[in-house]
């Protein structure tokens, strides 16, 4: 047990697409997952709006299937004991099915009974409007168990590490011109986020977060500046995750979460 303190703890984590689970926080499952914990993901959408690196990976049109398969890969290589894959409209996670989205999250915390619940912050990262529908829905549904509700911790990422990454890829002649990631100006991650309050270590996960994200082959092709990093960069820029704890009433006693953690100093 001493090398395995959080075993018999619950971690769920609910996403909206296949590879949010690897950037996000990738580094921290994995981190939980050799600690002993169960780690449990539920993903909003199987990802069919998503680009496509290359597509003689997706021969037969079916980039929901494949992503699907992505994501199982990704979880295995994360140490992820149960990933949930439902099947909403990728690019309407905000809009549709909300009632439906907000049954299927409480429904995973009856079944699993998490200790914690990680989600995206109100800026959903880089202010996806996906991301910040499944903000919403898991905000309500940890809301609708009251004072009996687990802790629920915001993943934010902190503004100007992807513009490192992509400097760093553009220095070794890699990644498209516009360095953006999927579109994505790398100054909008973490752009106007609330500042976490504490950061997990995962310079020693690293290595698993970067094979996860690379399991996810359509979205993380060539032109990605991620692709031109190598491991000790990834510990420089991306060895550190931060959270935030929601202020929803469940008690206050530290979570198996903080107690991986240090305080981030408030500028």
């Known amino acids: 047990m001493a090398d395995r303190p959080l075993a018999g703890r619950t971690v769920l984590a609910v996403f909206a ?3 949010d689970e690897s950037l996000a926080c990738g580094g921290t499952l994995a981190r939980l ?20 690196s290359d597509l003689a ?9 494949v992503r699907t398969r992505e ?3 990704a979880a295995a290589v994360l140490g992820i004991a149960d990933a949930i894959v439902l099947d909403h409209p990728d690019g309407d996670l905000r809009w549709d099915d909300v009632t439906e989205f907000h049954e299927e999250i409480v429904a995973a915390l009856h079944q699993y009974r998490p200790d914690a619940v990680i989600t995206f912050a109100e800026d959903g990262l880089y202010w996806h409007l996906d991301h910040i529908g499944v903000h919403e829905r898991t905000y309500t549904a940890v809301k609708t168990l009251g004072a009996g509700a687990p802790p629920l911790f ?23 011109p516009d360095a953006s990631f999927w579109g994505i100006e790398p100054d909008a991650f973490g752009d106007a986020a609330i500042p976490p309050t504490f ?5 020693d996960w690293v290595p698993r977060k970067l094979a996860a994200l690379r399991c996810h082959r359509t979205q993380m092709g060539p032109n990605n500046p991620i692709a031109w990093i190598d491991e ?6 991306l060895g550190s995750e931060y959270f935030r704890r929601s202020p929803l009433e469940s008690g ?13 100093a408030s500028s």
């Open 71 to 73: 994501l199982a890969e």
């Open 154 to 176: 915001y993943v934010t990422m902190p503004k100007g590490v992807m513009r490192k990454i992509a400097e760093a890829a553009h220095a070794k002649g890699g990644a498209l």
């Open 33 to 52: 997952a050799d600690a002993g914990a169960r780690v449990v993901l539920l993903c909003g959408s199987r990802g069919e709006s998503g680009s496509i």
């Open 57 to 65: 990976l997706v021969p037969d049109g079916d980039l929901a299937g």
């Open 17 to 19: 697409h296949p590879d």
């Open 199 to 203: 950061s997990i270590d995962v310079r």
């Open 232 to 237: 000790d960069e990834a510990r420089r820029w």
């Open 252 to 264: 206050t006693a530290e979570s198996v979460l903080e107690q991986l953690g240090e305080p981030v």
